[in-house]
């Protein structure tokens, strides 16, 4: 059973940053896909950002996490990233991890994390 686990999680003000970090017991996570998703109060699931290959060199982001958000990957440690500039009060939600073999982009993720609430206040 693979499991991943978020943190990094809190309360910022708007204009902030937040870095999230997901380990991942898949092995070899190198050959899974790392996606992030939120989901806010009264909202569905939505996709964020996405890191495939190997090498972790490709990434498709969500139009409002363009510019402002970076999803980076660590294959020797297992672990994923998202680095959250830019901070809006409308980032808030609940942020998840997922992970699946192959290339995946904003759907058919096999795994998920428990979330990880992140707060930005006005």
């Known amino acids: 059973q693979v499991q991943l686990v978020e943190s990094g999680g809190g309360l910022v003000q708007a204009g902030g940053s937040l870095r999230l970090s997901c380990a991942v017991s898949?092995?070899?996570?190198?050959?899974?896909?790392l996606g992030w998703f939120r989901q806010a109060p009264g909202k569905d699931r939505e996709f964020v950002a996405s890191?495939?290959?190997?090498?972790?060199?490709?990434?498709y982001y969500a139009d409002f996490a363009e510019g402002r958000f970076t999803a980076s990957r660590d294959n020797a440690k297992n672990t994923g990233f998202l680095q959250m500039n830019n901070l809006r009060p409308e980032d808030t939600a609940v942020y998840y991890c997922?992970?699946?073999?192959?290339?995946?982009?904003?759907?058919?993720?096999?795994?998920w994390g428990q979330g990880t609430q992140v707060t930005v206040s006005s």
């Open positions: 898949a092995r070899p996570f190198s050959w899974h896909t």
């Open positions: 890191v495939i290959d190997q090498s972790g060199g490709l990434t």
């Open positions: 997922a992970a699946s073999p192959g290339n995946r982009r904003d759907r058919g993720y096999n795994y």
